[in-house]
C-alpha cells in the first residue's frame, strides 16, 4: 500500500505543486486548505483526496485529522506573510494572524498526527519555513517572528523525536512566485509582481521538488534543513534585477 502524504494549504502554490508532486512519486495524497473549491480542482486531477481544512481553527484540524486514514509524510506548508508594515506602524491583527498560521498551525497539524506518524513505522515532518527565518529584513517584523518561532519549533522537534521512527525537515525558500505576494499585499496584484520585477524567483514545483527530494531519501537519512534561494537572489533583500 501506498505511504500517505498530507499537505496542508494545497488550494495554490507550493502546497498545490506538492500535491501534486507527491502523487506522481507515488504517495496517496489528502490535501487540506480553506478554499474548498479552489482545494477540490487540484485534487480531483491527481487522484488526491480533499478535505476542508482551517489550521489555525482547533476544531478545523480535529476534524481533518480524523478523517486522515494514516500519515507518513506531514507537509505542513500553510501559511503565509501579511503586510510589510514597519515595527512602529504594525497592526497588532496581521502579527496575531501570522503567528496562528504559520507556528501554531505547524503546532496543531503536528501535535495531533504525530501518532499516527509515529505508527507509520517511518514518518516525516516537512515543514515549509523561509528565508525570513534566517534573516530579519525593513518590514518583515511579524512574518520573520514568526518563521524564526517556526525553525525554533522544528529544531525542538528534532530532538524530541531522537530515537522514533519520524524524521524532520525544513525548507526555507526564497522568493517563489505564488499568490504569496498578493496575499500579503492585500489582494494588489501590481504591488505583488512588482516583487519579481526584472528577476527569475523559484517555482512553487522547485519547492516541491526539495520537498520530494527529503521526502524520498533512505529512512536513515534526515535531511535537517533546506535553504534554497533563485540565483537572482543572495539574501532576504539582495536580489539582482535586470530591469
Ligand atoms: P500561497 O500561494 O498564498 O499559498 C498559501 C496556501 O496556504 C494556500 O493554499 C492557502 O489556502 C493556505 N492557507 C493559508 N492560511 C491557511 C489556514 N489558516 N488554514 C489552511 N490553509 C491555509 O503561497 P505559497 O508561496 O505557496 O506559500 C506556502 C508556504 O510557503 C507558506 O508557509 C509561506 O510562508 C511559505 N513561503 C513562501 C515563499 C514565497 O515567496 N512564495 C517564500 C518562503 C516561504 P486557503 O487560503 O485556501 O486556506
Redesign the pocket.
Known sequence: MSPTAVV????????AATAARLAADGFSVVV????IE??RAVAEPIGAIALP????KPDSVAAFCAQVPGCALLVN?????LGRDPIAESDDADWQAMYD??VL?VLRMTRTLLPKLVASGDGHVVT?????AHEPYPGGGGYNAAKFAVRAVMGVLRQELLGQPVRVTEID????E???SV?RFGGDESQAAAVYDGMTPLS?EDVADCVAWAATRPSHVNIDQIVVLARDQAGATKVHRRS
Do not use: H, Q
Not at 487540506?32 to 478554499?35: E, I, N, S, T, V
Not at 481544512?53 to 489555525?56: A, C, G, I, K, S
Not at 506548508?77 to 506573510?81: D, I, K, L, P, S
Not at 525558500?173 to 517563489?176: D, I, R
Open positions: 496542508t494549504g494545497a488550494s495554490s502554490g507550493i502546497g487540506g486548505a480553506r478554499r479552489r482545494l481544512l482551517d489550521v489555525t506548508n500553510a501559511g503565509g506573510a498560521s504559520n498551525g515549509i519555513g523561509s528565508i525570513a525558500p526564497g522568493m517563489v505564488t499568490e504569496f496575499v512553487a
